[in-house]
């Protein structure tokens, strides 16, 4: 099993920046793949970012040149660097680890960003 605790979110303005921390409670270094998944009110949860066992990265489009996905396996932690924030990113942030045929969610964190 793996438990996922994210934080960093919260209310940031348009154009600004947050970064997002998933730690895991075990080697995120025997973990094939990580991501970020978001949903927004009356949305699907839709893909943000992944990051593979390898340090492979995919963004989304609606994300990219503005989000970086990076892992420290020495701190069994995943982040999610996100700046140029817009307010259609306002959602819930959740992390996800995928291990074999099973994936492991967080709660989630919240962020916002004010027009």
């Known amino acids: 099993q793996v438990q996922l605790v994210e934080s960093g979110g919260g209310l940031v303005q348009a154009g600004g920046s947050l970064r997002l921390s998933c730690a895991a409670s075990?080697?995120?270094?025997?973990?094939?793949?990580m991501a970020w998944y978001r949903q927004a009110p009356g949305k699907q949860r839709e893909l943000v970012a992944n990051?593979?066992?390898?340090?492979?990265?995919n963004n989304a489009d609606s994300v990219k040149g503005r989000f970086t996905i990076s892992r420290d396996n020495a701190k069994n932690t995943v982040y999610l660097q996100m700046n140029s924030l817009k307010p259609e990113d306002t959602a819930v942030y959740s992390c996800?680890?995928?291990?074999?045929?099973?994936?492991?969610w967080g709660k989630g964190t919240q962020v916002t960003v004010s027009s």
């Open positions: 996800n680890a995928h291990v074999v045929c099973i994936d492991y």
């Open positions: 075990r080697s995120t270094g025997t973990i094939n793949t």
């Open positions: 990051i593979t066992r390898g340090g492979s990265t």
